[in-house]
């Protein structure tokens, strides 16, 4: 290739870059406004009317899902809903639905998939939402739990918290 069309290739780079680079940030979304845009593909229940709460445990966490307003009893069925049918999948090692929103290389999914035989998985219905707890005695299987936990909150951002 002559040095000139080499010239030009790097031309036609550097533009594409201060392009991007110059892009207004209204037209690129945060890796948490994805997650909320996308949540509907796995979640039934409206993000914008929810919020996910992570507690970090000894023996594992809870994870609980309410609604961000009383009175909200259709939202209120949908995470009951959601979270059941979440906790017999988790505690069958099928984690799809987080990979399908967070994608496959979450922090701690591989090994909660692994562990799952260690790992005793409940729901509990809530008057305001649900919640799902994770137990085991196998430490590597709490680190996984508090990772995978960590990484929601990140992800979901203002639609998170801890507990």
């Not at 036609?12 to 110059?22: E, H, N």
Request: glycine share 6%; hydrophobic share 40%; aromatic share 6%.
């Amino acid at each position: 290739m002559s040095a000139l069309n080499r010239l030009g290739v790097w031309s036609a780079l550097a533009s594409s870059v201060m392009l991007l680079a110059c892009a207004p940030l209204s037209a690129q979304t945060t890796r948490q406004e994805d997650i909320h845009q996308h949540a509907h593909d796995v979640m039934p229940f409206d993000m914008s009317k929810t919020v996910h709460i992570f507690k970090m445990t000894e023996h594992g966490g809870v994870q609980r899902v309410v609604t961000r307003e009383a009175g909200t009893n259709d939202e209120v069925a949908l995470i009951q809903q959601h979270l059941m049918h979440e906790a017999a999948r988790f505690q069958k090692g099928n984690y799809s639905d987080p990979e399908t929103l967070h994608g496959t290389d979450m922090p701690g999914i591989k090994e909660l998939q692994e562990g799952a035989s260690r790992i005793t998985i409940s729901y509990t219905a809530l008057p305001d939402g649900a919640e799902i707890a994770f137990e085991t005695t196998d430490l590597h299987l709490v680190t996984a739990v508090h990772r995978w936990f960590g990484a929601q909150l990140s992800e979901h951002g203002a639609d998170a918290r801890t507990e």
